[in-house]
């Protein structure tokens, strides 16, 4: 069966953060990404090519702040992307696992795109910035992403000591599990419900 590539293209603006994302999920890992925030940028880049996501992003935010706007901004438009994206989930896998080692870290990744949007973020004591980057604003990112795709999503690292390869971890994991989440069964030609909806 043919179908439409399944992508997407999300603009928000308002008084604090201008963002445009465009997002083909049967692509080839190739990111396109500023958001300011030099660290996200790299972790958004690894996301994209481990989860072999298409991705073209441009943030202003005001960063003059902080980056908690552009970041939890991001991830609300990367979330509508994905869901326009995924149109009517037809045919999707749904679930995905990874488990992926960084060095001495860990970083375990589960999720359902089950339009019932829920995180669970397990992250051990990290350093408070990497670069300019705030970590602590990583759960605030996957939590917009996850309200407005419609995912569930659950992010474990058991252990890990350096709050680069920690993180690294968890994105290159989080993509790697979307990817899982995003393909498409053969056998499948309805939603994969046992409801009929997700």
């Known amino acids: 069966m043919d179908r439409k590539p ?42 994209a090519v ?26 609300i438009c ?14 999707l896998q749904r679930y995905g696992t990874a488990c992926v080692p960084m060095d001495e870290a860990l970083a375990q ?7 019932r949007p829920y995180l669970v973020c397990r992250l051990p004591a990290m ?14 990112f996957f939590r917009a992403l996850c309200h407005h795709g419609g995912l569930t999503l659950h992010i474990a690292v ?9 993180l690294e971890a968890v994105f290159k994991a989080f993509g790697r599990a979307l990817d899982e989440a995003t393909a498409l069964d053969p056998r499948r030609l309805t939603v994969p419900s046992s409801k009929g909806v997700l």
């Open 158 to 166: 058991p252990y890990g000591d350096n709050t680069h390869h920690i």
């Open 78 to 91: 990367l979330g509508q992307a994905l869901s326009k994206a995924l149109g009517d989930r037809k045919g």
């Open 127 to 140: 350093a408070e910035r990497v670069g300019t980057f705030e970590t602590e604003l990583v759960p605030e």
């Open 50 to 75: 481990h989860g072999l996501f298409d991705i073209t992003l441009r943030a202003q935010g005001d960063l003059d702040v902080d980056g908690h706007h552009t970041v939890e901004d991001v991830g």
């Open 109 to 115: 990744v589960s999720l359902d795109l089950s339009n």
């Open 6 to 47: 399944r992508q997407a293209m999300v603009e928000r603006k308002t008084q604090e953060t201008a963002i445009a994302v465009k997002i083909l999920l049967d692509g080839t890992g190739t990111a396109e990404v500023d958001t300011g925030l030099p660290f996200f940028d790299h972790m958004l880049t690894l996301w």
